[in-house]
């Protein structure tokens, strides 16, 4: 099972929410905490999560969750409404990198993704699910690559990849098929060829029979 398979079914099902899109992070200036309130040393995973609840008017959140060393199970830590947010900040508009920060009414934090992949899918879902359910008062995306907010960017260069992919394979099978007809016909006039050849030996061994 996927961490975000895990996770939706952890934390979010059984609050009647579904989870849209889920990345874990490291934070770039760590916190000190020797000694968590369970009395264990302060070694934990954790994930930023955005989910929408199933019941209308949906309701958007973030909500930042932890899974403790040696532990399978995860904890609901910290969680502000979509409309809470202000800014999220790709940190570099030119290459993509996996950092980036979220600022909401009351603070922010900065992030560090697994990977720069990773963090693009993540801000690129959280971008079209703020333009859907924010009527007014967006955040504002900045320093993001313009890939991260075209909505359906990443979808849609799936799709180029597949419709290319079939374009190439289309192109082979045409070429296939002109050579085919091109042995086609050479096999036709080969066959033309030695039908008259059987014919003009028929006619020439009828000839020399009589």
């Known amino acids: 099972m996927s961490a975000k398979s895990a996770l939706n079914k952890a934390i979010f099902i059984p609050n009647d929410e579904r989870l849209l899109a889920a990345v874990q992070v490291k934070r770039r200036t760590k916190k000190k ?4 309130a369970t009395g264990g040393p302060g070694d934990y995973t954790t994930f930023i999560c955005l989910s929408v ?9 973030l909500t930042k969750v932890k899974q403790f060393e040696g532990s399978s199970s995860f904890v609901r830590r910290s969680q502000w409404t979509i409309s809470q947010l202000r800014q999220v900040n790709g940190i570099d508009s030119v290459r993509d990198c996996p950092e980036f920060d979220l600022i909401f009414e009351n603070g922010f934090d900065q992030w560090t993704a697994g990977s720069a992949g990773e963090k693009c899918v993540f801000v690129q ?4 699910t703020c333009q859907r359910f924010i009527p007014e008062r967006k955040p504002d995306f900045i320093n993001c690559h313009s890939k991260l907010l075209g909505g359906n960017s990443i979808l849609h260069e799936a799709a ?22 091109r042995v086609e016909e050479k096999t036709g006039e080969m066959m033309n060829s030695a039908q008259h050849f059987a014919d003009t030996a028929h006619k020439l061994a009828m000839k020399h029979k009589c």
Do not use: C, M, W
């Open 33 to 36: 905490i020797p000694f968590l």
């Open 53 to 61: 609840t199933n019941k209308k008017p949906a309701q958007v959140f």
């Open 125 to 128: 879902v959280l971008h079209h």
């Open 160 to 181: 180029d990849s597949v419709s290319n992919a079939v374009q190439k394979a289309s192109q082979a099978l045409n070429e296939r098929g002109e050579r085919l007809g």
